[in-house]
């Protein structure tokens, strides 16, 4: 009896990890949702998968696209060019934001203090360390635009910080899929009246 809670605390802490570590930032669905839309297109091409390139852009896009698609298919979008009410696009750069300024770890001094159990201890050494200083990241903005009007409808922005600089694509297309699929959870089913 008092293992179904332990499971389902498991097993929801599994997937908070799973989306955990990326900022994610979208405006509000309104503006798309008033729209009441069922037809899309990609804004792009997409990119020539057999340059032999080693920008992570070549890698990303087929991801990004698959997984865009998937998500709005399931809410009854429908990919079709020639009657697309909206278009999508997508932004990806990386970039570097300042880390946690090391002054918020104030158990830290050169100075030896004399109050009890108050000496630095490896651990507060370790974490300003980590924290502090500047930390690159991945940045992606998936925009949607209004077909006819040519306006921005609905953004959001992912921001993850690069804990590895050695690429397993495996990893990160678990991890963009995971990411794509939490920020169009919010979207509103298609508009079925419009076949």
């Not at 804990?163 to 919010?186: M, P």
Request: aromatic share 8%; net charge negative.
């Amino acid at each position: 009896m008092h293992l179904y809670p332990l499971i389902c605390t498991l097993l929801l802490s599994s997937l908070l990890a799973a989306c955990g570590g990326v900022e994610i930032q979208s405006t509000p669905v309104d503006q798309f949702a008033n729209g009441h839309y069922t037809y899309y297109k990609w804004r792009t091409e997409p990119l020539p998968q057999n340059t032999g390139s080693k920008d992570p852009f070549y890698e990303l896009d087929p991801i990004v696209r698959r997984e865009v698609n998937a998500n709005l298919q399931a809410l009854g979008y429908k990919l079709d060019p020639a009657r697309a009410q909206f278009s999508v696009d997508y932004l990806y750069a990386p970039g570097l934001i300042q880390g946690a300024k090391p002054d918020q770890a104030s158990n830290i001094s050169h100075i030896p203090s004399a109050t009890i159990n108050r000496q630095v201890d490896q651990a507060s050494v370790d974490n300003a360390i980590a924290l502090g200083g500047v930390k690159s990241t991945n940045n992606m903005v998936l925009q949607f635009n209004d077909a006819q009007r040519q306006e921005v409808i609905w953004t959001a922005r992912m921001t993850k910080i690069v804990e590895n600089a050695n690429k397993d694509v495996a990893r990160i297309e678990e991890n963009l899929a995971a990411y794509i699929a939490r920020i169009l959870a919010d979207l509103p089913a298609a508009n079925a009246a419009q076949k």
